[in-house]
């Protein structure tokens, strides 16, 4: 999944402005690690960036990680699929 959709998804998703879909790319971008302790540093920017309680940041976060996750399950299975 390319960043441009990544951003339409997640603004689909989690019902976004284009402006929110960017900040939260972002966040996935410069923040992305495994782990609670980043789930916890993403979640916060989060809810600080885009002015949202914690409930909605973790939402936005499940939702993110979850599109990065098919992202890259979908790359690999590609990989397997052209041989």
Sequence with gaps: ???????QEIMKQA???E????MVN????NNFIGGDKGKDVI???IAEKLG???AQAETIYTIG???LATGILNK???IFKRK
């Design 19 to 22: 402006d929110q879909g960017g």
């Design 76 to 78: 690999i299975m590609g």
């Design 43 to 45: 979640v916060n920017l």
């Design 52 to 54: 949202v309680d914690k």
């Design 1 to 7: 999944m390319n960043e441009a959709d990544f951003i």
């Design 65 to 67: 990680a979850g599109l």
């Design 26 to 29: 972002e966040i996935f971008q």
């Design 15 to 17: 019902n976004l402005t």
